[in-house]
């Protein structure tokens, strides 16, 4: 058990009445402030399994905790208060308008009209939308993109704890989801919520998650077949239907999700002064820490396929501090080492 675990998941299960099973034995926690994604193909349970986490739908076996709380032992409209809660489809009210749509549980909740439309500007302003632009208009006048922002910003309108997110930008096209992603990526700074997201998307799961939980739909119900970090779900697989789900590219992922470390560098000779030009062709300096694909892409670059590396410090008016060289036999190195001993 983590240390500090908002959700747990200890044996949960759903039958329907007609006996099909949509998840068994079902095990799992997440901790506070932590980002799970649970991934798989249509009908493995992860849409099931988010939704019995604010008991939208009950569970039949097993208990589910939140905040150490069971959450059968709680009123579901005063549970679900305290979740956010994100869907494909945004669900925006189409007859309020965008300000009033952000700012409709904290009035459920019995907040001042000011505090109220307060936060909602806010809240606005945090997802990447002006609220003296965007604020009077309706959903229907909105782009998807931006109708999604507002759905996020609504769930975040009452500072839940827990924010539950059902395939949120899969709706989008390719362009407008990756922007979303990487603002996601940004707010989730910010906003240090745990949070449950469902994708069918391993590349979507791998790029925002802590850690990846890999449904598969079987006869007996869904089942959880591995959860662990990105990069050891991708150097790791533990099941053959992980390692088909990840795909046959997965090596490549890894350079996403796994950084550089001083340790994966061939060391620079004693009183080496490190180059005029850091990054090599006009780029920028890569410093420990940086993603291996950024890495990757910055040795490619050059001509002789030994990329200067510098600390992870900010560059001083002394110049940066040469920290040692990424190699095509160090990157190799690095991908190993960041898949973990059992690789």
């Keep these: 058990m983590t240390a500090d675990p908002m959700i747990v ?36 349970g992860k849409t099931t399994t988010m939704k019995m986490i604010n008991r939208l739908v009950e569970p039949t076996q097993g208990r589910i905790l939140l905040g150490g ?9 005063r549970l679900r208060r305290r979740i956010g809660y994100v869907i494909q489809q945004v669900g925006l009210f189409p007859h309020l308008t965008v300000r009033a749509n952000v700012g409709c549980v904290p009035r459920l909740l019995r907040w001042s009209r000011r505090r109220a439309r307060e936060r909602a500007d806010e809240l606005l302003e945090l997802v990447g939308l002006d609220p003296a632009v965007v604020g009077d208009r ?25 924010l539950l997110m059902d395939e949120p930008f899969s709706a989008l096209d390719p362009i407008t ?3 979303l992603q990487d603002e996601f990526a940004r707010l989730r700074r910010e906003i240090a919520k745990t949070i449950v997201f469902v994708t069918h998307d391993i590349d979507e799961a791998v790029r925002l998650a802590d850690r990846v939980a890999v449904f598969r739909a079987t006869e007996a119900g869904g089942r959880l077949e591995q959860i662990d970090t990105p990069a050891r779900v991708l150097a790791a697989p533990a099941t053959p239907f992980v390692a088909e789900f990840t795909g046959a590219t997965r090596s490549l992922r890894r350079l996403d999700v ?17 180059p005029a030009d850091p990054g090599g062709n006009g780029r920028g300096p890569i410093r420990v820490g940086a993603p291996l694909s950024e890495a990757l892409a910055a040795l490619l670059a050059r001509d002789d396929a030994r990329l200067p590396v510098y600390d992870g410090a900010a560059i001083t008016d002394a110049g940066p501090r040469l920290a040692g060289y990424l190699t095509p036999t160090s990157l190799h190195a690095a991908l190993r080492r960041a898949a973990g001993p059992d690789a």
């Design 258 to 274: 796994a950084v550089l470390a001083a340790a994966d560098l061939e060391p620079p000779a004693v009183g080496e002064v490190a």
């Design 177 to 179: 989801r990756e922007r």
């Design 9 to 44: 998941l200890d044996g949960v299960g759903k039958t329907y009445h007609d006996g099909t099973v949509a998840v068994a034995d079902l095990s799992f926690e997440v901790a506070t402030g932590e980002l799970v994604c649970l991934v798989g193909p249509s009908g493995c």
């Design 69 to 77: 709380q069971d959450v059968r032992t709680l009123d579901p409209v």
């Design 138 to 162: 309706y959903p229907h006048e909105l782009s998807g993109g931006q109708q999604q922002r507002v759905g996020v910003a609504r769930a975040l309108a009452a500072d839940p704890p827990v």
